[in-house]
Each structure stands twice: as structure tokens, then as C-alpha cells.
């Protein structure tokens, strides 16, 4: 009998976060951290930032921030496009 890992298709996650998240709350964690001195609400909008999106990931498929950022960086012409490609539904 081969042992085989059962757990291939689960998605990579550091504290919980994909990892397009986790370099979202680094990017705010250095925001911060740049322009305040203020260590106490530094730390506490980093968590808070870390937990707000944590809540707001529940129940929705990996790769869904991925996904939403392409969306709203894309342009609307391209969206019409495709959506003319792909045809009556």
C-alpha cells in the first residue's frame, strides 16, 4: 500500500491567509509602520486589518481576493467585450 498526502488540493495558507492577503496586511503593516510612531495603534490596526479580512474571506473560494482585484483593475471596455464573446445566455 503507497501512502498517499490527502490534503493536495487545499490552498497554501500562512495564519489563515492566502498568500495574496498575507501581502495585503504586510503592505498596511509597512504603511503603517512608516508613518506613525504610535507602536499601540500600529499593532492594532495591523490586527484589526488582519482579522477584518479574515471575516470578510469566510465562506468564499480560494483565490477570491485574487479574483476581486482583478476586477476592479481591469477596464469596463474589457468586461463589455467578453461579455459580447461570450454570447446570449
Partial sequence: MIKVYRNIATPILFFGLEIVDCMGVFIVFLGVFFVSDHLFINLLIVTGTYFSVRL??????AGYTLHLAKFLMSSHEEHVRLEARRGPR
Fill in 56 to 61: 470578510l474571506k469566510k465562506g468564499k473560494p
